[in-house]
């Protein structure tokens, strides 16, 4: 495991996970929309075949009083997002810019957003309206048990450096000018330099000996679990590249370890 004590900063967190408790578990719920609504289903992908394999008596045995106060997983959040905005804060003075932190909303099952209903079904997402990113944790149980991700708490930093890349994007007018594009290079360029941008910030950690040896191959094994072809072949044996949003598994670890080994966002503009 990281040694995130090494890091002092703490981002603006909010738990709500407490609240989406009542409507039930969430179990593969969340990587079966990530899947349909997030990377993969082109349209392509019946949701009832998804939904029979999860079994019918997977509920969250949770209580609201499992969330009374800040735990582990809160402050691991807090910690890694308190990171990145040091690091992107230091990267915006650079130009001459201001940089505007974003918060991170931790939930169950559902909650509510500037985007609209916030569901667990499109996985860890940003929400360009509220400057928020929101996560429910147990996506990554599914990365792990789904799709052989080996998971990790490096794993999940990457993902939540990830959203933090879509936030920077947003910042920079990057978002909108791949919406108003509308095209699937776009889409998936504006996914890979994310990737990359979670790798550019992942280096500037590197030093300060957060990670063990090799441990950043949980996040590289995590950007490659989450590759569409892969998410493709696993869910119906087959893939797709016309209906692709995110971008290939090699696509998406190049990008990252681009990032990484330079340790400078500037590398990331020509992610394709």
Not at 137 to 145: A, G, M, N
Not at 246 to 271: I, L, M, Q
Request: a negative charge; one cysteine or more; glycine letters at 10%.
């Amino acid at each position: 495991m990281a040694d995130w004590g090494k890091i002092f900063s703490r981002g603006n967190v909010q738990d709500r996970r407490s609240s989406g408790l009542a409507l039930g578990g969430v179990g593969a719920v969340v990587v079966i929309a990530t899947l349909i609504f997030n990377i993969v289903s082109g349209g392509q992908i019946n949701i009832n075949d998804l939904l029979s394999l999860i079994p019918s008596e997977s509920q969250s045995s949770l209580t609201s009083t499992d969330f009374e106060g800040a735990d582990q997983y809160e402050v691991f959040a807090s910690t890694v997002l308190g990171s990145t905005n040091d690091y992107w804060r230091t990267q915006f003075e650079k130009s001459g810019q201001q940089y505007t932190e974003p918060s991170l909303v931790l939930f169950r099952s559902a909650t509510q957003s500037a985007c609209g209903y916030a569901s667990s079904d499109v996985g860890p997402h940003y929400c360009p309206a509220d400057q928020t990113i929101y996560i429910d944790e147990t996506f990554f149980i599914e990365l792990q048990q789904r799709f052989k991700a080996q998971g990790g708490d490096v794993a999940e930093a990457y993902v939540i450096a990830h959203e933090v890349g879509h936030h920077v994007q947003n910042l920079q007018g990057d978002l909108e000018r791949a919406q108003q594009d509308g095209s699937q290079a776009a889409a998936i360029s504006t996914e890979l330099q994310a990737d990359c941008y979670a790798g550019a910030w992942a280096n500037s950690i590197s030093n300060l000996g957060v990670f063990e040896p090799n441990e950043i191959n949980e996040a590289i094994d995590a950007a490659a679990a989450v590759g569409d072809d892969r998410i493709q072949q696993s869910v119906n044996g087959q893939v797709s590249p016309e209906t692709w949003t995110h971008g290939s598994s090699e696509s998406r670890v190049k990008w990252f370890t681009t990032g990484y080994n330079s340790g400078d966002p500037t590398t990331c503009k020509d992610a394709t």
